[in-house]
C-alpha cells in the first residue's frame, strides 16, 4: 500500500478536485497522509491563474523534490503550460491536468507522465478535508471571457454537473456529517445554461434545500450580469440559504470594466445592487474588486472608492492587477506602477475596514447561530465558529470566549463585542 498526501493550492474549487483526487486513490488502495513527511509520493495539486500562483505552484514542487519525495503535479498549471513540463521538470513524476483525475492510478501504475487536459465533465465526491462544511462544485469552465482572465484556456468553457447528480451528492455528504452546503463555480449565475435551463440555480437550490441534515446553503461567485429576481426570491424565502452573496463586480466603472471585458458592464453592476438592496432583508455582500487594470485614470479609480464608501459591500477582497501573458488585457498598455497599484489596493481597503467594524457593531447585544468549528488556531481557550454571514476561509469569525461545544454543532451565541471584521460572544 503505497502512502501519499497532497498539497492543494489555489480556489476552492481546486480543493474539490483535490478531495477528489484523494478518494479515487484511496479508493484504488494507496494511503492518505496528512503529513507529507511520511509519503511515498507527493501530489501537488496546483494553480496558474496569476503569475504569483505559478511560481508558487514551481516553488512547492521544486521543495519536494528536494526532499527526495517522488511528486506529480496536477491542475491547472499543466493546462496553462502543457507538455512543456515535462521538459522544464523531468523529475516530476507525472503531470495530469483537469479531467484525467479519475485515470490516475491507472497512469501511476503504467509509468505514464502526461495526462493531457480534458474538459468535459465535473468532478463528483463524498471525502471532504473541511469537516462540517463542503465546497459543491456545480460546473467547470467559464465562458465569459473577461480580458485579464485565463479560466477559459485552462479550464475549458462552461460545463454544468447534472442536476440528479448534484442532489446524490449532497445526500452523501450530508449522510457524511455535513451541515453546510457551499455552492461554488467559476460563474455560479451560469450554472445550467448550457443544459438549457434558464434558472438553473434558482431549481438547484430548491432540489437540494429538502435533504435532511443541511441546514446551510451558500452562494459563492455570482458574476452581476448573472443575478436574477428569481434567485433571489430564493434566498429571502428558503431558511436554509444564508443571508448571504458572493458578488465579485471588480470595478464600477464602465470606462474600465469595458477594457476589462466584463459581460455587462457597470449597468450589470448597478441593476445587481439595485435587486438586493430592493428584494431581499438583511443579506451580506461579499466582493471582490480589482484596481490598477489598464483604464483605470484617476477619474476611474475616484468612482470606485466612492462606492466602496457607500457601505454596499460587507466583506471585500481588493487585488491589484497582474499582467497575464496569453491575455487581451496584457496586450494593453499597463501604465501604473505597482507603487501606485499597492497604493489604491490600501485606501479601499482602509474605507472598507471601517466598514465593516460599523456593520459588525450593530450585533452587539443581539442572539445569533453559530457553527462552531473548533478551537480558535491560537488558542485551545477559545472556540471558533461562523454566522450565516461568514464563509470560510474569507471572510472573520465569531471567536467564542464562554461556553462549551460539539464542534461541528449549531449554537446560539450572544454577541458581546466586535474587533475589525471578527465577532466575540458566548454560547447561551
Not at 182 to 190: C, K, P
Not at 191 to 199: A, C, F, I, S
Not at 283 to 298: A, L
Amino acid at each position: 500500500m503505497k502512502r501519499f498526501s497532497i498539497v492543494s493550492l489555489g480556489c476552492h474549487k481546486n480543493l474539490v478536485d483535490s478531495e477528489f483526487i484523494c478518494e479515487t486513490l484511496m479508493n484504488s488502495g494507496y494511503s492518505l497522509e496528512a503529513d507529507p513527511a511520511y509519503a511515498d509520493c507527493v501530489i501537488v495539486n496546483t494553480c496558474s491563474f496569476l503569475t504569483s500562483a505559478v511560481e508558487e505552484s514551481i516553488q512547492t514542487i521544486l521543495e519536494l523534490l528536494d526532499q527526495g519525495k517522488e511528486v506529480l503535479c496536477t491542475g491547472c498549471l499543466v493546462s496553462r503550460y502543457g507538455r512543456d513540463l515535462v521538459t522544464e521538470l523531468p523529475e516530476v513524476a507525472l503531470f495530469a491536468g483537469p479531467g484525467t483525475y479519475q485515470g490516475l492510478p491507472a497512469a501511476l501504475s503504467q509509468g505514464e507522465k502526461y495526462l493531457s487536459p480534458l474538459f468535459g465533465g465535473v468532478v463528483k465526491r463524498s471525502f471532504v478535508t473541511t469537516g462540517p462544511f463542503a465546497y459543491l462544485k456545480v460546473s467547470e469552465g467559464c465562458s465569459n471571457h473577461c480580458h485579464y482572465c485565463l479560466i477559459p484556456s485552462i479550464r475549458g468553457e462552461l460545463v454544468s454537473k447534472q442536476p440528479r447528480d448534484i442532489i446524490d451528492e449532497c445526500s452523501t455528504l450530508a449522510a457524511g456529517g455535513v451541515k453546510e452546503i457551499i455552492l461554488i463555480a467559476q460563474d455560479l449565475g451560469s450554472y445550467g445554461k448550457d443544459l438549457g435551463h434558464r434558472e438553473g440555480l434558482a431549481d438547484l437550490i430548491e432540489r437540494i434545500s429538502p435533504i435532511d441534515g443541511i441546514e446551510w446553503i451558500r452562494i459563492m461567485y455570482m458574476h452581476p450580469d448573472s443575478l436574477s429576481e428569481a434567485l433571489l426570491r430564493v434566498i429571502g424565502d428558503n431558511p436554509k440559504v444564508c443571508p448571504y452573496i458572493d458578488l465579485p463586480v471588480q470595478h464600477v466603472s464602465d470606462k474600465v470594466l469595458r477594457a476589462m471585458g466584463r459581460k455587462g458592464g457597470a449597468e450589470a453592476v448597478r441593476r445587481a445592487i439595485d435587486l438586493l438592496r430592493s428584494m431581499t432583508e438583511n443579506i451580506w455582500i461579499r466582493s471582490t474588486i480589482m484596481v490598477g487594470h489598464p483604464g483605470e485614470d484617476e477619474q476611474a479609480f475616484a468612482e470606485l472608492e466612492d462606492f466602496i464608501s457607500q457601505g454596499y459591500i460587507d466583506h471585500l477582497g481588493v487585488f491589484t492587477y497582474s499582467a497575464e501573458e496569453g491575455t487581451r488585457s496584457c496586450q494593453m498598455e499597463d501604465r501604473l506602477g505597482e507603487k501606485v497599484k499597492t497604493g489604491r489596493k490600501e485606501r479601499i481597503m482602509a474605507r472598507q475596514q471601517e466598514i465593516s467594524r460599523k456593520r459588525l457593531r450593530t450585533l452587539l447585544r443581539t442572539r445569533i447561530p453559530v457553527l462552531v468549528e473548533g478551537f480558535h488556531p491560537e488558542t485551545d481557550l477559545l472556540l471558533k465558529g461562523r454566522a450565516s454571514f461568514q464563509a470560510p476561509d474569507v471572510d472573520g469569525h465569531v471567536i467564542i470566549n464562554e461556553g462549551t461545544a460539539n464542534f461541528g454543532s449549531f449554537y446560539d451565541v450572544e454577541i458581546i463585542d466586535s474587533i475589525e471584521y471578527d465577532l466575540i460572544g458566548r454560547i447561551v
